[in-house]
């Protein structure tokens, strides 16, 4: 019986590490993804705990369920431009509220946009003195960049914001987290919020599958390179 002979080439050698080594960082950043991502969901899940004031310790981390007293600016609201729901194209409503501790953004939720871009939603709300619960979030992100399409007059429409530009629209320090409306609060409108992105089960399975692919490269690569003595390829 003749033993096989590794008979690799120092090109395919180098090719297959390098792939296997592409291969398994991959792999390795969904796994860690993953992890961030149950940190994430567990973070929204504790968010339907008692509410803690807003500001102290623990009211800013995101997710975290927070109330604030304050009054809307309703004359000064940001749309957010093309955010769908079900399917449909609307707005989600950003509200200024006045605290003492300054200005924060109140996503009060989507609302299908009109027919006509020259037409508005009911965004009428009351400046009366009031209670707002809801969880700490960040700004929406676009997948891709988008130009911000802030124009002029009020309600202002914008194209996913960043901080830079929602605070030279309203010529303030508005503060850099939103607080999502909690469903059960009145002057809202669709409130069907969920953490953001894949869930980490998604994440995961990526990650197998990534890992998966650098050990079938290594098999083969061995496979291939295995020979019997005097046998050509």
Do not use: C
């Amino acid at each position: 019986m003749r033993l096989r002979q590794f008979t690799a080439g120092l090109w395919s050698t180098v090719l297959t590490v390098v792939g296997v080594v592409i291969l398994a960082s991959l792999g390795t950043w969904q796994r860690h993804r993953g992890v961030e991502k149950q940190a994430l969901f567990a973070a929204f899940a504790r968010g339907d705990s008692p509410a803690v004031p807003y500001g102290a310790a623990g009211g800013q981390d995101r997710y975290s369920h927070v109330r604030v007293e304050g009054r809307y600016v309703p004359a000064r609201q940001l749309l957010l431009d093309n955010m769908t729901h079900d399917g449909h194209v609307g707005y989600r409503v950003l509200t200024p509220l006045r605290t003492t501790l300054g200005t924060v953004l109140v996503d009060r939720g989507w609302v299908p946009a009109p027919p006509r871009r020259d037409q508005w939603p009911d965004l009428a709300v009351s400046d009366e003195l009031r209670t707002v619960t809801g969880r700490i979030d960040q700004l929406p992100r676009a997948g891709i960049n988008l130009a911000a399409s802030d124009g002029a007059g009020w309600p202002r429409r914008l194209s996913y914001p960043d901080l830079v530009t929602v605070r030279r629209v309203y010529g303030e320090a508005v503060d850099p987290a939103i607080i999502l409306l909690d469903a059960s609060a009145t002057d809202g409108y669709v409130r069907d919020w969920k953490p953001g992105g894949l869930p980490p089960e998604r994440h995961f399975g990526y990650a197998v599958q990534w890992y998966g692919l650098a050990l079938a490269l290594a098999v083969i690569y061995v496979v291939v390179n295995l020979k019997r003595p005097g046998k050509t390829s």
